[in-house]
């Protein structure tokens, strides 16, 4: 069974746990460096990237996370997990991580409109299904590299994007009982798994 990490610093981390055991893997809470080790997966979950990123500091995190990634440990940011994992953040000079090849623009949908539930088409993701999509005080992406794929949209802005084994969203997947979108990660620590030991042989 696949063991997935959530970082557990703030936010919603047992709803992910939850929707992680839902998928058929096994769910940790992530908080030290330790908890780092035999992970074939992390969640970087929702809540306030300023925050988080004054968490991973003080808890010393940051560049234990980013190393991991790095190597090949896939990593998955929900809405500010995903302003963790952007290379460029609109308004600032350094991301956090840094991890993905996109721009991202936080509370990007208006301060009116704090939360809403919208249908997505997601590519990859159920043919026909759409996702019920949860956005809190949500950003968006911008723009993406060339080695970046969309995988969804709303309206014209990109809200869920994949670079290989680093998978971005703008939404909040684990607010609702569709799993897709978890399961669609672990197939991504699954097979990036299976090609890291193949490549180790
Ligand atoms: N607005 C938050 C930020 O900029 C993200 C909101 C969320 O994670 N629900 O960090």
């Known amino acids: 069974m696949k063991r997935i990490g959530v970082l557990a610093l703030q936010g919603a981390v047992r709803e992910h746990i939850l929707a992680i055991e839902a998928s058929g893997a096994e769910g940790v809470p992530v908080k030290t460096v330790a908890e780092l080790e035999g992970l074939d997966g992390l969640v970087l979950p929702g809540g306030e ?26 990593v998955f940011g929900t809405c500010a997990g995903l302003i963790l994992l952007a290379g460029t953040i609109v308004g600032y000079e350094e991301p956090h991580l840094g991890l993905m090849d996109i721009t ?21 993701v159920g043919v026909g299904v759409d996702f019920p999509a949860v956005f809190i005080r949500a950003p968006h992406i911008v723009s993406v590299g060339p080695d970046v794929e969309v995988l969804a949209t709303h309206g014209d802005r990109i809200v869920l994007a994949r670079q290989g084994r680093f998978l971005g969203c703008s939404f909040h997947p684990e607010l609702t009982d569709d799993h897709r979108v978890m399961q669609y990660f672990i197939d991504i620590c699954v097979h990036s798994k299976e090609s890291s030991e193949v490549g180790s042989v």
Request: overall charge negative.
């Open 49 to 74: 990237s300023t925050t988080m990123r004054r968490l991973l500091d003080s808890y010393e995190l940051l560049e234990p996370i980013r190393k991991k990634a790095l190597d090949g440990l896939p």
């Open 104 to 124: 991202v623009e936080r509370n990007s949908f208006g301060r009116q409109v704090d939360s809403f539930e919208v249908p997505l088409a997601i590519e990859g």
